[in-house]
């Protein structure tokens, strides 16, 4: 009943496409760009900083130090550059990934022969009862990531 309910609900799931990917992706690495900018530009103003002349001691002093002299905005000041690399670069991961994704599912589990001939005595065919199938999808999903971060 269980393995039914679950093949019910995927089935009744849209299809993503590459375009889903994309802008997932994108969408990721814009939100991922715009949280890690402030850190980013206190990280550049600290290895800016020469021997002896040390403005910015800590990093809570030196948020509070560019906020108070240049305004909240000066902590995303140059983000338009790295964002579309960032977006881009994203866009490009998840999509990649999600292609690879859905072709390892189209590989044959060498696994479902064996589960199959284990279950002949049972008149139900279920769905992820056997290791080797968790080990089988692990696999595939291991791959497209590995295959989307080269």
Do not use: C
């Not at 990280?43 to 809570?60: H, N, V």
């Not at 130090?65 to 909240?72: A, D, H, N, P």
């Not at 964002?83 to 991961?93: A, D, F, H, K, R």
């Not at 589960?115 to 290791?131: E, F, I, V």
């Amino acid at each position: 009943m269980k393995n039914e309910v679950a093949v019910s609900l995927v089935a009744s799931m849209p299809k993503v496409n590459v375009t889903d990917d994309a802008i997932a992706g994108g969408s990721a690495g814009l939100v991922a760009r715009m949280l890690t900018a402030p850190f980013d530009v206190i990280k550049i103003r600290f290895q800016l900083q020469g021997p002896g002349e040390a403005k910015y001691k800590s990093m809570l002093q030196a948020f509070r130090t560019v906020i108070e002299e240049e305004g909240i905005l000066a902590l995303w000041k140059g983000n338009l550059s790295a964002t579309i690399l960032w977006v881009t670069y994203m866009s490009v991961q998840f999509t990649i990934y999600g292609v690879l994704k859905r072709l390892g599912e189209k590989v044959p589990n060498p696994f479902e022969e064996n589960r199959l001939k284990n279950d002949k005595h049972s008149s139900k065919l279920t769905l992820g009862d056997s290791r080797g199938d968790k080990m089988w999808k692990g696999m595939m999903l291991f791959l497209a990531g590995a295959g989307a971060g080269w």
